[in-house]
């Protein structure tokens, strides 16, 4: 059974900071997903990664992936308050504990 | 138009009693999930149902039975009700088995 495990499991940042989540996996997986749920929300799906090296980016958001290390990190630029709420990354329906990102002014 | 349509958002009731949450998804996806998240917003996959037929059923007490009338349905029936079923009770649906999934919006369950 594949385990993710993310960290921070908190995070507080100011505005126009940079930083990374940080998901490790277990056991080979075939992709790795990144969701994003508001406060008393449902989950909305951000990226998918499929292979070794893959990058991808929305925003100020972008996700990568190394299946050597089983690692997979979910990279912040510039945050902005709009980015508050948690990050969970996730592989064969096994979820991380999130992390709780909260940016202030 | 709702792609994941969860029924209902909350539901409030008494330890010992039976409910069901009705799950439907529009999107033709042949893959449907349901998730427990915790209060402390840990999500755990509970079943997963491809073309109406059980795939996945994890380590769930047998008071919990899922039923899919048809690929676009997953209802989840609760006999018994525990006070530590209090959860959000996410249904989910997805192309295939590996891809990403729509949520619905949760049912928020308290049990008294």
């Known amino acids: 059974e594949l385990k993710v495990e993310q960290n921070p499991l908190f995070l507080s940042m100011q505005e126009g900071k940079n930083y990374t989540i940080y998901c490790n996996y277990s056991t080979t997986s075939d992709r790795l997903y990144w969701y994003r749920q508001d406060p008393g929300k449902s989950l909305e799906s951000l990226f998918v990664?499929?292979?070794?090296?893959a990058v991808k980016q929305e925003g100020r958001l972008m996700a990568s992936l190394d299946t050597k290390a089983r690692l997979s990190t979910l990279h912040i630029t510039a945050a902005v308050h709009d980015l508050s709420a948690t990050y969970f990354c996730?592989?064969?329906?096994?979820f991380g504990a999130g992390t709780r990102l909260t940016v202030k002014p | 138009d709702t792609a994941v349509s969860q029924t209902p958002k909350y539901l409030v009731t008494q330890m010992g009693n039976d409910k069901s949450i009705k799950c439907e998804q529009n999107l033709g996806h042949d893959t449907m999930y349901w998730y427990k998240q915790d209060s402390k917003k840990f999500l755990k996959i509970m079943f997963s149902y491809n073309n109406k037929e059980l795939i996945i059923n994890e380590t769930v007490p047998n008071r919990f039975s899922p039923k899919s009338p048809d690929k676009a349905h997953l209802n989840l029936h609760i006999n018994s009700l525990e006070l530590g079923d209090s959860a959000v009770y996410f249904c989910?649906?997805?192309?295939?088995?590996?891809?990403?999934?729509?949520f619905g919006d949760g049912t928020r369950l308290s049990i008294l």
């Open positions: 996730a592989g064969d329906m096994r």
């Open positions: 990664l499929l292979s070794n090296g």
């Open positions: 989910a649906s997805s192309r295939s088995g590996n891809q990403p999934q729509h």
